[in-house]
């Protein structure tokens, strides 16, 4: 399995996290609060986090091949959200 994670400044964090969340509830696995996500996509995982300056992604592909197009499908959805806003994504690989 290979991970990234992304740490995105905005003061919408929690707003973005359960758009998202809510969105994608209807079709997969999908468990939430104000300040925290896991989804269960099926290329992989992505959890969040969310405080007041920033969101935290965390996603998980179950095939390494599949990372960056599981990164690209996430930050895309983030982005139609933040509409508003220019967000800064940098992704790391995690260890």
């Not at 995105?8 to 696995?29: G, I, N, P």
């Not at 933040?82 to 800064?88: D, N, Q, R, V």
Request: glycine letters at 2%.
């Amino acid at each position: 399995m290979s991970s990234s994670r992304v740490e995105v400044a905005t003061q919408h964090a929690s707003r973005y996290l359960q758009q998202l969340s809510k969105h994608w509830a209807h079709k997969f696995e999908t468990e939430f609060t104000p300040v925290s996500s896991k989804i269960a996509l099926p290329l992989g995982d992505a959890r969040l986090s969310a405080n007041d300056t920033q969101l935290v992604i965390e996603v998980a592909a179950h095939k390494s091949e599949d990372l960056t197009v599981l990164q690209d499908v996430v930050q895309r959805h983030i982005e139609r959200f933040a509409f508003k806003e220019t967000l800064a994504f940098e992704w790391r690989p995690l260890a």
